[in-house]
């Protein structure tokens, strides 16, 4: 039998249960790469948070009131709250709204106050959103070195890469 599909991402509702909840966090991935222009798609939003007990624990309180499960393999039965989040270096959520990837670690991050002091606060109505410089964002995306990381740096790079932007 095969997976049912993902829910489709509604990163607007994800990005203001965040605020809602004080969820201190850069924004990486996907969407951050569209923050800079380069349109394309993505399934989840990808989040860096603040590694305090405290911020961990309204990150807890913010998936949970997205109704968030673990995807991770094997982690099924796990209780979402704050001891569970720093266990690991990426935990994946699906959520009502899509999905939510939390990590710790990035291949070519900074540490999460540096990352943090280098965001570029983006207005989304009623909130700030915290996105991943851009600096950092091409850092991480040529550490990573996937086909659709290096696809999104050329985009980043090279305005004729990408006739949206």
Avoid: C
Wanted: proline content about 7%; aromatic content about 4%.
């Amino acid at each position: 039998m095969s997976e049912p599909a993902p829910t489709p991402l509604d990163a607007e509702r994800i990005l203001h249960a965040l605020a809602e909840h004080g969820v201190d966090y850069v924004l990486i991935g996907g969407l951050a790469v569209q923050t800079y222009g380069h349109v394309r798609t993505t399934n989840d939003a990808d989040l860096i948070p603040a590694p305090t007990p405290a911020n961990l624990a309204r990150l807890a309180d913010a998936l949970r009131s997205l109704d968030a499960r673990v995807i991770n393999a094997g982690a099924d039965a796990v209780e979402i709250d704050a001891k569970m989040l720093p266990r690991v270096t990426i935990w994946q959520f699906a959520t009502r709204d899509g999905g939510v990837d939390v990590m710790h670690e990035v291949p070519g991050g900074r540490p999460y106050e540096e990352l943090r002091d280098g965001a570029l606060l983006v207005r989304l109505g009623e909130i700030e959103v915290p996105v991943v410089g851009l600096d950092d964002l091409i850092h991480m995306k040529l550490s990573r070195g996937r086909p659709i990381d290096l696809a999104d740096v050329a985009a980043l790079t090279d305005p004729e890469a990408d006739a949206d932007r």
